[in-house]
């Protein structure tokens, strides 16, 4: 594999984390209260953990995908540290794998991608690892 | 040091919580605000045409309820990983009950990791996500 997206920088914006926020139902002072957060051990204010979800991690060139049918099995993310809100990270994806399993309804092809977002010093401060699932029937729309 | 140790466990439980019903406008905010407009999450036509009986929750909406269960002690901590796999759908107006025990807490020199199982069923008990969430406890 080791097919590798180009970086595109994102920022994490003040109005996306409060919209977010409110999306999922949770309205923490430290996501929204600009002075709560500020006497917080993180002096700012700081965005849920899975905000990544808004960020453009870049396009795969050549990992072919279904427009639809896609099913989304796993998923995780890994932090050194609260993203901040205002700050700006250097976002890439990589296609890690991809293996099939034979299931009671056929064969499942599983994408297995991983995304980084780095802060403006060079540090990693997310790693995520995306899993997808492709029925036999979606995979052969696609085909090889 | 003790003044670091964070309150935790292993057997403690996260309080359970019911959310109120799925429904659409929740999914089109959650839609809105994450950006993914994935159809089968807001179009009845969308969902049928795929062999669903209707819409459903977004998965990583689900794994962001489970995820506000830590959320009041991240004023001590922050997540340091967290993981859901999406066991089943969640239809509208399903109910989902979101929860989590103490697994594991280890301790560092200075501070702590809390490891914690989540799981999101409906009311009826239907298992939708299950998840691990290490939290780094830093301090009071």
């Known amino acids: ?144 | 040091m003790r003044g670091r140790l964070s309150p935790w466990t292993v057997g403690d439980r996260l309080e359970e919580r019911e959310l109120p019903p799925v429904d659409r406008m929740a999914l089109v905010r959650y839609a809105g605000a994450s950006g993914d407009f994935n159809p089968i999450h807001i179009v009845d036509e969308e969902a049928k045409r795929t062999g669903l009986p209707g819409i459903i929750q977004h998965g990583m909406l689900t794994m962001a309820q489970m995820g506000t269960l830590v959320s009041p002690y991240l004023a001590n901590g922050f997540v340091e990983h967290f993981q859901t796999r999406f066991v089943g759908m969640l239809f509208l107006g399903e109910r989902l009950t979101i929860g989590g025990e103490v697994t594991a807490v280890e301790a560092h020199a200075d501070d702590q990791t809390i490891t914690f199982d989540l799981h999101a069923r409906t009311h009826e008990g239907r298992q939708i996500a299950k998840g691990t969430l290490r939290f780094r406890w830093l301090g009071a």
């Open chain 1, 1 to 144: 594999m080791g097919t590798r997206s180009p970086t595109v920088r994102n920022t994490v914006e003040r109005g996306a984390v409060r919209r977010f926020a409110e999306a999922i139902g949770d309205r923490n002072a430290l996501y929204l209260d600009e002075q709560v957060a500020a006497q917080s051990r993180w002096g700012r204010l700081i965005a849920p953990p899975t905000f990544p979800r808004v960020f453009d991690f870049g396009k795969l060139p050549n990992v072919p995908l279904p427009p639809s049918g896609i099913i989304h099995g796993d998923q995780s993310y890994t932090y050194t540290r609260p993203l901040f809100v205002g700050e700006d990270v250097d976002c890439h994806t990589l296609f890690k794998e991809t293996y099939e399993r034979k299931g009671s309804g056929g064969t499942l092809r599983f994408l297995v991608f991983e995304r980084v977002a780095d802060d403006a010093e060079g540090n990693r401060v997310l790693t995520t690892r995306d899993v997808y699932i492709l029925t036999e029937k979606v995979a052969a729309e696609v085909g090889r």
